[in-house]
C-alpha cells in the first residue's frame, strides 16, 4: 500500500506555502513536517519547494506534483464510498442476459427504472435463448438471466424468481381461415396445419408442452419449419409457412399478415424467470429486488422464488 501521509503534508504546505500553518492544519509540530518534505524530495530527486527565511514557493516539480497529489488524495477518500457502494450493490458491473419474448413485456421498464435508482451499475445486456444462456453461465460470461420456459420447469442448479406467466396464443397467417371468424378457435381448427417452431433443444419442456397439448387432443403435430428467435418465427408465420404459438407478450409484435388468436380449448401458458447462480455478485441481488418491487403487471398469479446453492458446470 503507497503511504499517503507524505503526499498529504506536501499538498498542505503548497497550498498554504507556510510550514507553520500548514503543520498546524495537519495537527503536527514544524520540524517533523519539514523533514517529511525533505524526505520526498530525496525520494522523488527533485526539489519541489524553494525555501527562504520569509517565503516558500513551489517549483515547477512541485506545481506539477500538487496537481497530480490533489487528484490522487480525493481518489483515496472516496475509495471506502466506492468499495461499500460495490458490496452492497449499488454500483459494479451486471451481466445479463434475457429471452427476446420478456422485451416485449416488462423488461424495458425494469431496466429503465434500475438505471435511474442505480446509475453507477454498468448493465451489460445480452439476448440469448435458455441453452446459450446455460453455456454463459457454465463459462461465467453472465450474472444473471430471463429465461423461458414451461410452469414450473425452470433449470435446476440456479435461484429461480418467476416474474412472468402468460398463455400461449395461436400466431395464424392473416389469410387463414380462422383468422377472421368470431367463433371462438380450437385445436382442431389448427391441428393439420403445419407448425412454424423453435428447435426443441433451446427451450425443451415449453417445446413438450406444444407437442403434449397436440397429442392430448389426439393429433400429431407436424412441424413444417423451426427457427431460435420468436420475432423470426412471428416472420415465418406471415409468409404463410405456418402457425406458431408464441407467449401472450409477444402480441404487441405487430407483424403485418399476422393475427393472433386463444385457442379455447388448450392451457397452454409460458413462463418468464430470472435465474442466477449462487455466489454470484451484490449487484445482482440489487436487481432481483428491484424486479421484485415491480411486478409484471401481466404475472398471472404469484409470482415464486427459489433458490438453490448449486453452481451448474459444463
Known amino acids: 500500500m503507497i503511504d499517503l501521509r507524505p503526499l ?6 503548497a497550498e498554504e506555502l507556510h510550514f507553520g500553518r500548514a503543520a498546524r492544519r495537519l495537527h503536527m509540530t514544524q520540524p517533523p513536517l519539514s523533514q517529511a518534505v525533505q524526505a520526498l524530495e530525496r525520494t522523488l530527486e527533485v526539489v519541489l519547494l524553494l525555501r527562504t527565511r520569509r517565503s516558500v514557493a513551489l517549483t515547477p516539480a512541485g506545481e506539477a506534483l500538487l496537481e497530480q497529489a490533489r487528484r490522487l488524495l480525493r481518489a483515496a477518500d472516496a475509495l471506502p464510498a466506492v468499495v461499500r457502494a460495490a ?15 420478456i422485451a416485449y413485456g416488462p423488461l424495458p421498464e425494469w431496466l429503465r427504472g434500475f438505471r435511474e435508482a442505480h446509475p453507477e451499475v454498468d448493465l451489460r445486456l445480452r439476448e440469448a435463448t435458455l441453452d446459450v444462456q446455460l453455456a454463459a453461465f457454465a463459462a461465467d460470461e453472465i450474472d444473471a438471466g430471463f429465461v423461458l420456459h414451461a410452469p414450473g420447469a425452470a433449470p435446476p442448479g440456479f435461484a429461480v424468481r418467476t416474474v412472468l406467466t402468460e398463455p400461449m396464443l395461436a400466431a395464424l397467417p392473416g389469410g387463414h381461415p380462422a383468422a377472421a371468424a368470431r367463433a371462438p378457435l380450437r385445436l382442431a381448427d389448427l391441428a393439420g396445419e403445419g407448425l412454424v417452431i423453435f428447435p426443441r433443444g433451446i427451450a425443451p419442456s415449453l417445446f413438450d408442452a406444444v407437442v403434449a397439448a397436440y397429442r392430448g387432443a389426439g393429433h400429431t403435430p407436424h412441424i413444417a419449419q423451426e427457427a431460435i428467435q420468436l420475432q423470426t418465427i412471428v416472420n415465418l408465420v406471415s409468409a404463410g409457412m405456418g402457425v406458431a404459438w ?3 407478450s409477444l ?5 403485418p399478415g399476422v393475427v393472433y388468436r386463444a385457442v379455447e380449448d388448450v392451457a397452454l401458458q409460458a413462463q ?3 435465474v442466477w447462480t449462487a455466489g454470484a455478485p451484490p449487484v445482482v441481488e440489487r436487481f432481483v429486488a428491484h424486479v421484485e418491487a415491480h411486478p ?10 427459489r433458490q438453490s446453492p448449486a453452481r451448474p458446470r459444463s
Open 296 to 305: 409484471a403487471a401481466a404475472a398471472a398469479g404469484a409470482p415464486q422464488r
Open 272 to 274: 418468464t424467470s430470472l
Open 251 to 255: 402480441a404487441q409484435l405487430q407483424r
Open 246 to 248: 408464441v407467449p401472450r
Open 8 to 13: 498529504r503534508q506536501f499538498v498542505a504546505v
Open 87 to 101: 458490496a452492497a450493490g449499488r454500483s459494479g458491473v451486471l451481466r445479463l442476459a434475457f429471452v427476446s419474448s
